[in-house]
């Protein structure tokens, strides 16, 4: 049974930083992809970030490049997701996402990912 668990959402000012944990269990994760998606208030769920464990390749919605970066650490099993120059547009409800695959391709479809945690909320104030 794949558990996923966030933490580190909370209230920053535009500018900011913060760094989203994501803890993964339940099995070996070497074959997966790991995802974070974001809902704003009002508005659909959205890709923002995917790393293939393995090899740790990324890749990322437009809007965040260059501010958010996607890493894993195999041996503590957490995917992180670092935010640097956030913006109030930021704010919404994190969540990781994973799914099993040996692809070469980047997921960034809701519906790709088989496995979701609860969500962490970050909010940017301005």
């Known amino acids: 049974q794949v558990q996923l668990v966030e933490s580190g959402g909370g209230l920053v000012q535009a500018g900011g930083s913060l760094r989203l944990s994501c803890a993964a269990s339940g099995r070996s994760f070497s074959n997966y992809h790991m995802g974070w998606f974001r809902q704003a208030p009002g508005k659909e769920r959205e890709f923002v970030a995917t790393i293939r464990w393995g090899i740790g390749s990324t890749y990322y919605v437009d809007s965040v490049k260059g501010r958010f970066t996607i890493s894993r650490d195999s041996a503590k099993n957490t995917v992180y997701l670092q935010m640097n120059s956030l913006i109030p547009e930021d704010t919404a409800i994190y969540y990781c996402?994973?799914?099993?695959?040996?692809?070469?391709?980047?997921?960034?479809?809701?519906?790709?990912?088989?496995?979701w945690g609860q969500g962490t909320q970050v909010t940017v104030s301005s």
């Open positions: 996402a994973a799914k099993p695959s040996p692809s070469s391709l980047y997921y960034t479809r809701l519906r790709d990912y088989d496995y």
